[in-house]
């Protein structure tokens, strides 16, 4: 066996039981500590509506029994159905909402990627100037943004006042595009439909820049750091030394240099992502999974509650193995 | 080391702070006067607020004018002494979550380090596996099972911070223990615990007032976002920033935005204020990691 294989087994194994013990905080946090039926009734319900809630949720038979066939559940793939709108299959549900999630990501991910890079590189260039401090302070305030805040100041000046952009939704009534990917706008440009894309990008906007803006401090201060670094490298120098124009070393030489630590972080970033997204997802109503966790807290849907939160553990799992996959894959010293 | 001696370090280390380092200071002290400016205005809200926070006193919506700095409500309170009363559930909690997860974090990281073995197999994979955790959305898990109260949610936002105490303290015990003061004091027949709290916890405490704070900054934002999306620790008529953000928000789109914008800044100032702080401390504590 290569050893890229050997290192994908083991690092499958391994994930086995961070997965058991995400599962096992979610039963624990959920059933044991946590106490369902008042959760659902408010506490003041009679006494037969109480069992009645139990039996629905198997809450009456002895824990390790709930927690084995929690388990077993889910080892078949069944988060368990809805409490209301018809017990639909809560994975059902999950899936209908990912796509929005998924598209609110990545854009929020490219937007956030591009003014890390930029603000960085900038900083690393000015080093203990003016824009440099300026610059590193930005670093610092877009982790403190509390995103419903900026969401809120970007609604208010370019969809209230300007009204540029839409503030809500993913896309405007009937304009939905064929249902290929479910990412709006990809389903547009393979439908070609020009209208569908421009409400779907007009619409992503505004969340995506929220959500861009609050990850992208952390990649301003790492690509400072690592511009800084690799800037007095003796290959810059030299490339200073032969008369490069500053702008190609900057870019072609130092950049792609300081470009590896800050993939990794990419990979650390993906829990911060989600977070972020059902913030900004419950400020623009936009109908990922983050509304849908809300609105089902709202209405204290317990099972769907459970299963969302599962299903976001199961995710955070999944990539965070396959960034390490790749990453051994890319970078051989990883394996050992 | 005493825990005496670390402190006259901390002290030594402040004053030698070199004027190129000014923009850290300049940095700290912003930190900490926006910190202790809230925190004073939390301790001191019945004297500065100048309205009973929950109860109506002027027309709905007015907007900021000169009776109401700040405007009022869409139920006629006045939001400026909302804010300032706001303050203290927040910081109450902030509090309270940070005690929590520093006494779960800081033994458990000295023990699991200590005895190593399968005891910290163990811990580490359990903490492992809860830092890799999105921590607002286990957060939301705690607080949406427990039912919300102040100390469900101080509780949820907690357990979110435990880890990285842990990992942190487990860290420098790891690089410590075999350390050659710590064999002298085996040496002498100094008992385990004497040696986790006289030697080794003396020797990390330097690293906790950067977590520390950092922490202040995290359990803010998670306040705030429980409270946004409705797991608050209060409920109405009780001011709260997230909450009062909430429900301001819904009037935006008629171009009423003193409701929601002010307690949003709140939250942002009090957030920046801890980070401010941890980012100057850090600096300042950090000698390599300075350039």
Redesign the interface.
Same mark, same amino acid.
């Given at each position: 066996m290569t050893s890229l294989r050997i290192y994908v087994v083991r690092r499958i194994l391994l994930a086995i #039981?961070?997965i058991l !013990?995400?599962l096992t &905080?979610?039963f624990v946090?959920?059933r044991v500590?946590?106490? #369902?039926v /008042?959760?659902i009734l408010g506490g003041h319900a009679p006494a037969e509506q109480i069992e009645r809630i139990k039996e629905q949720l198997g809450l009456n038979k002895p824990l390790y029994v709930q927690y084995l066939e929690y388990l077993w559940q889910l080892f078949h793939g069944d988060l368990g159905r809805s409490m209301i709108w018809g017990r639909r299959p809560v994975l059902v549900e999950i899936l209908e909402h990912f796509p929005a999630t998924l598209e609110l990501s990545i854009s929020a991910f490219i937007v956030s990627i591009f003014i890390g890079i930029i603000t960085g590189v900038h900083s690393a260039r000015n080093y203990?100037k003016p824009t440099d401090?300026m610059l590193?302070?930005y670093g %610092?305030?877009t $982790? *403190?943004? @509390? &995103? #419903?805040?900026i969401g =809120? !100041?970007l +609604?208010?000046i370019f969809?209230? $006042?300007l009204g540029w952009l839409p503030?809500s939704g993913r896309i405007d009534t009937l304009m939905e595009p064929k249902h290929i990917t479910g990412l709006y706008v990809l389903d547009s440009i393979l439908t070609l439909n020009i209208p569908s894309l421009i409400s779907a990008i007009r619409h992503l906007i505004l969340p995506s820049i929220t959500l861009g803006i609050y990850l992208s401090g952390i990649y301003t201060r790492l690509t400072r /750091?690592n511009m800084?670094e690799i800037l007095r490298k003796d290959f810059i120098t030299a490339a200073k030394a032969r008369g490069l124009p500053e702008d190609t070393i900057i870019y072609k030489h130092a950049l792609k240099n300081a470009f590896i630590p800050i993939l990794t972080m990419m990979g650390l970033q993906f *829990?911060?992502l =989600?977070?972020g997204a059902?913030?900004t997802e419950?400020?623009f109503s936009w109908p990922g999974m983050g509304t849908f966790? *809300?609105e089902r %807290? @709202?209405y204290r849907d317990y099972t769907t509650? +459970?299963g969302t %939160?599962v299903f @976001?553990?199961l995710l955070?799992?999944s990539v /965070?193995l396959i960034i390490d996959i790749l990453y051994a894959y890319i970078d051989p010293r990883i394996r050992y | 080391m005493t825990p005496i001696l670390s402190f006259s370090r901390l002290i030594a280390s402040l004053k030698r702070i070199s004027p190129r380092r000014g923009i850290e200071y300049c940095f700290t002290i912003i930190g900490f006067v926006i910190t202790l400016s809230i925190i004073l205005m939390a301790i001191f809200a019945p004297y500065i607020a100048p309205y009973d926070p929950t109860k109506r006193v002027g027309g709905l919506l007015e907007g900021p004018n000169s009776h109401f700095i700040m405007g009022t409500d869409s139920l006629g309170r006045d939001i400026f002494s909302r804010i300032i009363y706001g303050s203290r559930i927040v910081l109450r909690v902030t509090l309270l979550s940070i005690v929590i997860s520093f006494f779960c974090g800081v033994p458990l990281g000295l023990i699991a380090g200590y005895v190593g073995g399968k005891l910290d197999s163990v811990l580490s994979l359990v903490m492992d596996a809860m830092y890799a955790f999105p921590g607002l959305i286990l957060a939301i898990a705690i607080a949406a099972a427990l039912g919300p109260s102040e100390i469900t949610v101080s509780l949820a936002i907690a357990v979110i911070y435990i880890p990285t105490y842990f990992r942190m303290i487990r860290g420098h015990v790891l690089s410590l223990k075999e350390s050659l003061f710590i064999e002298a004091a085996r040496a002498i027949g100094a008992r385990d615990r004497t040696i986790i709290f006289k030697y080794i916890f003396p020797n990390v405490i330097l690293s906790i007032p950067i977590i520390l704070s950092l922490n202040a900054a995290d359990a803010v934002l998670t306040e705030a976002a429980l409270s946004f999306l409705g797991l608050g620790p209060v409920t109405a008529p009780t001011p709260d920033w997230g909450m009062d953000l909430r429900m301001g928000h819904a009037y935006l789109a008629a171009k009423i935005w003193w409701p929601s914008t002010f307690p949003g800044l709140m939250i942002v100032l009090l957030t920046l204020g801890f980070s401010l702080l941890g980012e100057g401390i850090s600096e300042i504590l950090n000698p390599r990691l300075r350039r």
């Open positions: #039981p961070t !013990i995400l &905080i979610v946090v959920m500590a946590g106490d #369902p /008042s959760a203990n401090h590193r302070l %610092i305030v $982790y *403190a943004l @509390f &995103i #419903p805040w =809120l !100041i +609604q208010l969809g209230v $006042y503030t /750091s800084l *829990a911060l =989600l977070a059902v913030l419950t400020t966790l *809300a %807290i @709202f509650v +459970q %939160i @976001f553990a955070v799992v /965070s | -």
